[in-house]
């Protein structure tokens, strides 16, 4: 099946530990991406990567690291976090940029952090 | 930078009504709109995609337009139903040489609840 996968799918942490959210996609697409949400301000793009090796900065990527050393897997890490990042997180993949391509996302991660 | 509105915020209608959900979006250099819907607490399923040289695209009930030189879009959704209850959200792809090329801009998001 298609789909794009999120671990863990809940996270309760503290101030400043470091922690990985994993997203692994089996379509090969070559676009993946990291979003969070919150009430009041709507889904937020963190990182993008457009293919291997190669990522950008969305608008709210303060607080975040990204990696795409594979091209199925694009992990959001989080050095120190802090309670403010508390956020429902999802992961997206397409097959790339251009008018066809539809964005599927992952099931969300919702990290609390104390 | 992109900009991305969805109006209204909330909209509550009885079963059976046609309804329209409206998003606009403030730089035309676009690969796509897609439309999206979420269920409380749960991700976001895929409706309809839009490409930037299309007019409308459709399936089932739901019909969703494109303007893109006025930054408009409009989904349609014919005959509602209670299980059609949830956020509908717009998104857009930014395109090269617009403000935000590469990157995805969501709205705030619809709420519409279909009561029986």
């Known amino acids: 099946e298609a789909q794009v996968t999120q671990n863990p799918r809940y996270l309760i942490t503290v101030t400043g530990k470091k922690l990985t959210v994993t997203c692994s996609q089996n379509?090969?697409?070559?676009?993946m991406s990291w979003y969070r949400q919150d009430p009041g301000l709507g889904l937020r793009q963190i990182y993008y990567?457009?293919?291997?090796?190669?990522?950008d900065k969305g608008d709210v990527p303060e607080g975040y690291k990204v990696s795409r050393k594979e091209k199925r897997n694009f992990p959001l890490i989080l050095e120190s976090p802090s309670p403010n990042q508390t956020s429902l997180y999802f992961c997206a993949s397409s097959p790339g940029l251009g008018s066809y391509n539809e964005q599927f996302f992952g099931p969300g991660t919702r990290l609390t952090v104390l | 930078k992109q900009e991305v509105t969805q109006i209204p915020a909330a909209l509550s209608v009885p079963e059976g009504e046609n309804l329209v959900l409206n998003c606009s979006f403030t730089d035309s250099a676009i690969y796509n709109l897609q439309w999206f819907r979420q269920d409380p607490g749960k991700g976001l399923t895929s409706l309809l995609l839009i490409q930037s040289s299309q007019r409308e695209q459709t399936s089932g009930r739901l019909n969703a337009s494109l303007d893109k030189s006025s930054g408009r879009s409009t989904l349609y959704i014919a005959a509602s139903q209670p299980g059609d209850s949830a956020t509908y959200l717009c998104?857009?792809?930014?395109?090269?040489?617009?403000?935000?090329?590469?990157?995805?801009?969501f709205g705030q998001g619809t709420i519409l609840t279909v009561h029986p």
């Open positions: 998104a857009v792809t930014g395109f090269a040489g617009g403000t935000s090329y590469g990157k995805l801009t």
């Open positions: 379509m090969n697409h070559e676009y």
């Open positions: 990567s457009m293919n291997v090796e190669v990522t």
